[in-house]
């Protein structure tokens, strides 16, 4: 399988660049030359397959031979190795909880993916590979987590000052050896602009080998389009039609999930659904893309005002905005609306969810009620574990809820960040300094 950039089509590398390289040179996104798709009979007969199983053959086929199916194998049971359950709520409606993994967020599964793919790629390398993240919240906690430890790689993540919550601060900030959090007083989007400019940047390149883990990486959606297809394979009744809403901020669950629908997963229709950053929303209402700088809300993940996926989706369905209308919905909530979906969905179902999870819970309702829809297999995708925002949680449902202790434990460490302003010279002086 070979790879191109979303801006030149003839900028062409195999994975390994792709991945190694995170960004094409001329700022674009790395994206299959083709999205594999799997045999009608394969996709009809899931049920004997594990997990890990139907990761492997997902894997392969966007990889070929880079790397062996014996090492691929190892590489997915070391990286998948927690569930994705499809939690049934009601006839109609379930929860895929993709919050398992040792951070407790969906980012889990991309990002130890890539560290592994990562480590196999630089081993026996005598030039130290550097990664630059750029996080809203969960990607920087899973990156730290997935890459802790492995030699021969410095992880540096770039995080907005204030806009997290403590819990997500805390666990990507109390980590040592080569992991280093890098505060910077601004917004996400000052965050992603910084990578961004790091691996255009030519003296940057000279000196350093960097390589990005943000969902731009596409070793990071391969991954998580492992859960859409084990999702379909944990319906019971396959004969309904499916309808999944994805919390969405930079775009890269809700891409991942249109590419295991290209790949043969009979997926009705996607909801991509937004907070106060509507601007995916905005563009499929009017067709125009006007980014702008973020605003901070209660599901901070989403909190993007430049979604860099949405290149990829583009790209997907050729430019036709009528291509991706005819996939993907998209409506977009306030605070107000969150609340009132984590304490809804608390008191009709029994079921605990967290912000992000409370707005994809609004819009598949609100998709649900407008087209007259009931008899479907809904299904609301929760990113992250509700304990990570335990304040608005707990003000919304009247209730205490326990933490998981892999997030007790960080809590009790001290935090090592180092904060930056958002000037890229500054950024660039800091990784020279190295």
Known sequence: ??????????????????????????????????IPIFSKSFIENLDPFSFQEIGFETAKKFIGDEIGEQKLQEIIQRSINFPAPLVQL???????????????????????????TM??????????????????????????YGFYGIEGID??????????SLIQEKQLTTLDKNITALEIDGTFD???????????????????????????????????????INAYRQIKDKSKPIIISVPSGNLGNLTAGLFAKKMGVPIEKFIGATNKNDVFTEYLTT????????????????????????????????????????NVYSKSYSDEFTVEGIKEVYEKYNYVIDPHGAVGYQALKHFLSSNNLKNVNAIMVETAHPAKFKDVVEDAIQKEIEIPERLAVCLNKEKHSIVLDSKFKTLKDYLLSR
Do not use: W
């Not at 919050?99 to 890539?114: I, S």
């Not at 081993?123 to 730290?144: E, P, R």
């Not at 860099?308 to 430019?319: A, D, K, M, Q, T």
């Open 1 to 34: 399988m070979k790879y191109f950039s979303t801006r030149n089509k003839n900028n062409i590398v195999d994975f390994r660049t792709a991945v190694m390289n995170g960004l094409a040179q001329d700022g674009g996104l790395f994206m299959p030359e083709m």
């Open 90 to 116: 009601s006839d109609q409606l379930s929860v895929l909880e993709l919050f398992h993994g040792p951070t407790l967020a969906f980012k889990d599964f991309g990002a130890r993916f890539m560290a592994k």
């Open 119 to 144: 480590e196999y790629f630089e081993k026996g390398s005598d030039k130290k590979l550097n990664i630059l993240v750029a996080t809203s919240g969960d990607t920087g906690s899973a990156v730290a």
């Open 155 to 164: 992880v540096y993540i770039l995080y907005p000052k204030g806009k997290i």
């Open 190 to 228: 000052d965050c992603q602009r910084l990578v961004k400019s790091a691996f255009v940047d030519e003296d940057l390149n000279a000196k350093l080998n960097l390589s990005s883990a943000n969902s731009i990486n596409i070793a990071r959606l391969i991954p998580q389009s492992f859960y859409y």
């Open 287 to 326: 067709a125009k893309f006007n980014p702008r700088k973020s605003e901070l809300t209660l599901s901070n993940a989403m909190d993007v005002g430049n979604p860099s996926n949405l290149e990829r989706i583009i790209e997907l369905y050729e430019g036709s905005i009528d291509k991706i209308r005819d």
